[in-house]
């Protein structure tokens, strides 16, 4: 079946613009992740939503930074007024549910590029 | 919160040589403990991971790590590698947030 897919692939901004990068889950995944992984650093949490529960912001580094998912399917994440040091690849995961044996599914990333 | 420290950043190794990948992770509760790979311009994939039971657990292409729960490690090591294992390799735990948090990763290069 489909993986975790993620577009678009790469997107150049300008500083100070919004983007929207989504998210498609794998079917019946209900737990939903968004990472980002600046250059040369690991991955770093932002967000995750699980089913109707309200979602884990804690991770998400201002208020600029918003995510939305719909049901358990797609989800998006906007970047507000867009700063240079947003520039990183920002990961989408999925799993069957928030629980430590269940694997989360990476999807191939979108590459955010702020001029 | 958990904690991940990766002690190589780069390795290269020779093929059909050993690699051993260091995994150092701090928790004030009980982890579970994985391996990720991201090999060029692919997602990352897991490569194995550990929930409990016997600590030496084997993962996809011949990788197998240990964990130490008394050296809070968790390293990652392959008798013989192939060309196609040059990729980025990430040590990563979670808690009972069931929020993963990696370390920054290791580049493996391997040379003919």
């Known amino acids: 079946g489909a993986g975790v897919s993620q577009s678009p692939s790469n997107k150049v901004t300008e500083k100070g613009k919004d983007v929207e990068l989504r998210c498609d889950p794998i079917?019946?995944?209900?737990?939903l992740y968004w990472y980002r992984q600046r250059l040369g650093q690991g991955l770093e949490f932002l967000i995750y939503f699980q089913g109707n529960s309200a979602p884990d912001k804690s991770g998400l580094p201002s208020d600029r930074f918003s995510a939305e998912r719909t049901g358990e399917s797609v989800s998006t994440l906007t970047i507000q007024r867009t700063q240079q040091e947003d520039s990183a690849v920002y990961l989408c995961?999925?799993?069957?549910?928030?629980?430590?044996?269940?694997?989360?599914?990476f999807g191939p990333g979108t590459r955010l590029t702020v001029l | 919160a958990q904690s991940v420290t990766q002690l190589d950043s780069q390795v290269p190794v020779f093929e059909e040589a050993p690699v051993e990948l260091r995994c150092n992770y701090s928790s004030s509760v009980s982890v579970y403990l994985f391996w990720y790979v991201q090999y060029p311009n692919q997602g990352l994939q897991l490569l194995l991971k550990y929930l409990s039971g016997s600590t030496l657990v084997k993962g996809i292409n011949g990788f197998e790590a240990e964990f130490n729960k008394s050296q809070t490690s968790f390293h990652l090591r392959k008798p013989s590698v192939h060309i196609s294992d040059t990729a980025e390799y990430f040590c990563?735990?979670?808690?009972?947030?069931?929020?993963?948090?990696f370390g920054a990763g290791t580049t493996v290069t391997v040379r003919a």
């Open positions: 995961a999925s799993s069957r549910r928030t629980s430590g044996n269940n694997e989360q599914f």
């Open positions: 990563a735990v979670m808690g009972n947030d069931y929020k993963l948090s």
């Open positions: 079917s019946g995944h209900t737990a």
